[in-house]
Nanobody
Framework: QVQLVESGGGLVQAGGSLILSCAASGRTFTYRDMGWFRRAPGKEREFVAGISGSYGRTTYADSVKGRFTISRDNGKNTVYLQMGSLKPEDTAVYYC?????????WGQGTQVTVSS
């Protein structure tokens, strides 16, 4: 059974930092493009950042560019999202998935709350 498990969320003040982790089990995602997504209260889920499987090329939503960094450790089958200069509008549940997404891989997500 394939699982993607997100962790690392929490409550942080505006301007603070967090590092999210996404651990994959059940299969290797070494050569899969992966991404982080988020759903804010009352909004649709949106793309945050992506990283390619082969060369680690990264892409970011304009809203997080320069503040967030996506990375991966293929040996650990884990993808990370380093978040800095957090803003209240970054408050959301954060999910990882393949990019483009696979509906069967959505996990529980991890809650990030940024207080002003």
């Amino acid at each position: 059974q394939v699982q993607l498990v997100e962790s690392g969320g929490g409550l942080v003040q505006a301007g603070g930092s967090l590092i999210l982790s996404c651990a994959a089990s059940g299969r290797t995602f070494t050569y899969r493009d992966m991404g982080w997504f988020r759903r804010a209260p009352g909004k649709e889920r949106e793309f945050v950042a992506g990283i390619s499987g082969s060369y680690g090329r990264t892409t970011y939503a304009d809203s997080v560019k320069g503040r967030f960094t996506i990375s991966r450790d293929n040996g650990k089958n884990t993808v990370y999202l380093q978040m800095g200069s957090l803003k209240p509008e970054d408050t959301a549940v954060y999910y990882c998935n393949t990019n483009p997404v696979s509906p069967n891989y959505w996990g529980q997500g991890t809650q990030v709350t940024v207080s002003s």
